[in-house]
C-alpha cells in the first residue's frame, strides 16, 4: 500500500502545452507569430510562410508545422512578454543558431516585399534580448533582401 502512495505522490500533473511551450520550436513559433502580428494585420500568406518556415527549419512535417503555429497562436495571444521565448531560445540555441532564427524573423517581415517600421523595431528587439549584435542583424536582413 505505501507503494502506491508513493506512486501518485511521485507523478506531477502535467499539461502537455506546457512541455512544448519549454521547446525551441515553440519559442520560434511565437516569436514569428509576434512578427506577423506586428503591424497589427496578420494575413494569411504570413501564416502560411510561418508554418513553411517551421516545417523547413525544424525538418518537420506539415501537419506538425501546423499544429505547432496553432499552439504557438495560443501561447502568443496569452503571453505578457517576449522575455519567456527569448530566454528559452538564449539559453539553448548556439550563436549561429540564434542567427539562423533571426534570419527567418527577417524573411517573415519581408514576405510581403515591405519592411513595416514595427516589424523592423520587434526583429531588433528580439535579436537584442538574444544577445546578437545589431552588425550581425543588419547583415542579416540584407542577405534576406538580396534574396
Known amino acids: 500500500m505505501a507503494r502506491l502512495f508513493k506512486f501518485f505522490r511521485s507523478k506531477k500533473p502535467t499539461d502537455q502545452s506546457e512541455e512544448i511551450f519549454d521547446t525551441i520550436e515553440m519559442a520560434t513559433a511565437v516569436l514569428l507569430i509576434e512578427i506577423a502580428r506586428a503591424d497589427f494585420h ?11 518556415l517551421l516545417e523547413v527549419h525544424f525538418s518537420i512535417s506539415h501537419a506538425d508545422a501546423q499544429s505547432l503555429f496553432e499552439e504557438g497562436q495560443k501561447k502568443a495571444d496569452d503571453a505578457v512578454s517576449l522575455h519567456e521565448f527569448t530566454r528559452t531560445l538564449h539559453t539553448k540555441l548556439t550563436p549561429i543558431e540564434k542567427e539562423k532564427v533571426i534570419g527567418m524573423l527577417w524573411e517573415l517581415a519581408m514576405v510581403d516585399q515591405e519592411l513595416d ?31
Open 42 to 52: 496578420q494575413d494569411e500568406y504570413e501564416d502560411k510562410k510561418i508554418i513553411e
Open 117 to 147: 517600421k514595427y516589424e523592423d523595431y520587434l526583429v531588433r528587439k528580439i535579436a537584442n534580448l538574444l544577445y546578437v549584435s545589431n552588425t550581425v542583424v543588419l547583415r542579416i536582413r540584407h542577405e534576406v533582401t538580396a534574396k
